[in-house]
């Protein structure tokens, strides 16, 4: 028999393993609704099912989300668009991203139906960006974003067909769809969400051929990816344009530039929408009667498409980056890495970032000028400043950033904690360098962004031999002729990207290099405003030719010029001189480098 007191060690021990059962349970649960990124794609199904039968409008909507296989998995199996792997090889293309994003296409899945299921609230639509944003709100934000419709989503209803919206909210780049859009900015990229939804089915492109991202893994940190792994990153919103080039580029074989779809058509907008063909002089009156289809063309018809990725091309150009950098078929530098396949690379957009704001994060001997960032201080001088004079190392050195100057430089997000484009990583590595992200750039690095991650050396849409063609005819091709005057010269300077490190002020007033109170450029390179004063213009026609063999040590680039192009800048630069009297001109002879022969 037992006696009392093995009993009380009995329900002792057992009181024991109890509790802790308890507190693995409690701990397990508790982590759960902490890290739902680490949720099974079968939690996220059970939710769906619950959240889509508590708002089904009828019975039989109910009984189909209530029979929801929570552990069916939903792929989608891409033939036309192969994915492409970064050593250049490609693999089929499967997408398991609707066995998470089970309410995609779902338009009882907004924001203030999720929100009003999970937190027994009802938010107003023009509240949902700051309610979502609220720390205290992540995993209703999570939900938000996984089981939520995706943006564009038409409620097609014949008793009440109406369109959904979408927001932004202050912490999050992402739309998240509403009752209804708050901002014009909104409503136009819900109306531009649509027409791409109905020219971009699911079934048929799947969801990584667009946002990019793991569709094979069927868990969230796995499937997004992050820049610190080596699966492929979604990308982010202000980013989407890199995908769209994929089939929407097309090389120019007569100018040897890229151009992207065209704005689409009130015509072509109907037909995408409505299925019906429609023309021009029919069009006022279908869309009389069609209000839907009116907004869309409203906000969608005859507006550019693929901007950031137009602005991203010029900017390569006009920033000088092809003097540096090879895209074959594009541009022919040959002094920084080549960015023909940089899209296929693993968290490119992030590096690309990186190095734009601050070129020395990875390499501190780069020479790529910083474009985008201003001199807060000498990162030379020793703490106590002890070199030439006791400046502080707070002291701004780079006229742009001086705060005396009406255009004082405002920091960019990327180094403003709080801000969604915050990035700890490059705000430490820019002030380690001693340079401020300027704020007034930050479309432009988003743009250069989104034009170097869209090169992967591979387009949908055309042929490899139509490729091969492009690239055959820009190899042979030729810089043209032109006249030799100044006036070109001046032409060819702006077109050339010579700005972006050369700066030019009047030479006829005192002044502060680089200061945009006087003049326009860069202060990468030296100051050009005295020129024809310092040096003859046979010395800068050759200097064009091999800038190190005249200034050893020379960071500029030999830029694929003829030699009347040469001519012409030459022309130009040894223009640039005071109006006085007496003003001299450098013979050939009295600065050429002693025993130079031409190239």
């Known amino acids: 028999m037992f006696g009392f007191k093995s009993m009380v060690s009995k329900f002792a021990f057992w009181s024991v393993v109890l509790l802790i059962l308890s507190g693995v349970t409690l701990y397990k649960a508790t982590w759960n609704n902490q890290n739902a990124s680490t949720q099974p794609f079968t939690h996220w ?3 769906y099912r619950d959240i889509a039968a508590a708002l089904a409008p009828d019975a039989t909507v109910r009984q189909a989300a209530l029979d929801t296989n929570t552990g069916e998995v939903q792929q989608v199996t891409v033939l036309e668009f192969p994915l492409l792997k970064i050593d250049g090889t490609s693999q089929q293309r499967v997408d398991r991203c609707q066995s998470c994003h089970a309410g995609l296409l779902d338009p009882n899945m907004t924001a203030e139906k999720i929100i009003k ?8 639509t023009e509240q949902v960006g700051a309610y979502l944003s609220d720390p205290k709100h992540a995993e209703t934000l999570e939900a938000v974003k996984t089981l939520g419709a995706h943006p564009g989503i038409r409620v097609e209803s014949a008793e009440n067909a109406h369109d959904l919206g979408v927001i932004h909210g202050d912490k999050f780049t992402y739309g998240v769809v509403t009752e209804a859009s708050v901002t014009e900015q909104d409503k136009a990229d819900y109306q531009y969400q649509k027409v791409n939804l109905k020219q971009h089915p699911f079934p048929t492109f799947g969801c990584t051929t667009c946002h990019y991202g793991t569709g094979r893994e069927l868990i969230q940190d796995s499937a997004h990816g992050t820049p610190e792994t080596s699966l492929t990153p979604m990308l982010a919103a202000r980013y989407m344009e890199a995908a769209c080039a994929q089939c929407h580029a097309q090389y120019d074989q007569k100018t040897f530039s890229i151009s992207y779809q065209q704005p689409l058509s009130p015509e072509r907008i109907i037909k995408v929408l409505d299925g019906q063909d429609v023309t021009p002089d029919q069009t006022a009156s279908y869309l009389e009667k069609h209000p839907l289809t009116a907004a869309t063309v409203e906000y969608v018809a005859n507006k550019p498409l693929m901007q950031s990725l137009t602005k991203g091309q010029q900017l390569f150009k006009s920033q000088a980056c092809y003097g540096c950098h090879k895209i074959e078929g594009f541009a022919k530098g040959n002094v920084g890495p080549e960015l023909t396949y940089e899209g296929r690379v693993a968290g490119s957009t992030a590096t690309i970032s990186h190095q734009l704001w601050d070129p020395r994060y ?4 780069c020479v790529m000028p910083y474009f985008f960032a201003v001199r807060e201080r000498n990162t030379d001088l020793p703490p106590n400043g002890v070199i030439g004079s006791p400046k502080a190392l707070t002291a701004i050195v780079d006229p742009r950033a001086d705060p005396k100057n009406p255009s004082h430089i405002t920091k960019a997000p990327v180094a403003e904690e709080g801000t969604v484009e915050y990035n700890e990583e490059i705000a430490a590595t820019l002030k380690q360098h001693g340079y401020i992200p300027d704020a007034a750039r930050q479309g432009d690095v988003d743009a250069l962004v989104t034009f170097i991650a869209s090169q992967t050396g591979q387009n949908y849409a055309s042929s490899q031999s139509s490729r091969l063609t492009s690239l055959a005819a820009y190899n042979i091709s030729r810089p043209g002729d032109v006249p030799v005057t100044v006036a070109q ?3 060819l300077f702006e077109a050339s990207g010579c700005y972006s490190c050369h700066y030019i002020g009047d030479p006829n007033k005192s002044h502060v290099t680089g200061d945009p109170k006087f003049g326009k450029g860069g202060i990468a390179g030296p100051e050009l405003s005295w020129e024809g004063t310092r040096h003859s213009q046979k010395w800068i026609v050759e200097h064009y030719k091999n800038p190190q ?9 030999i830029f694929p010029f003829s030699d009347s192009q040469r001519a012409a800048l030459s022309a130009y630069d040894t223009s640039l001189r005071p109006a006085k009297a007496g003003a001299k001109i450098v013979s050939p002879d009295q600065d050429l ?5 031409d190239q």
């Open 45 to 47: 199904r059970g939710e």
């Open 117 to 124: 299921f999970r937190d027994k609230v009802s938010i107003p």
């Open 362 to 365: 990875k390499v501190a001997s």
């Open 489 to 491: 010269g001046k032409a």
């Open 549 to 557: 063999a005249f200034v050893p040590g020379s960071i500029m680039p």
């Open 593 to 597: 480098p002693k025993g130079y022969k």
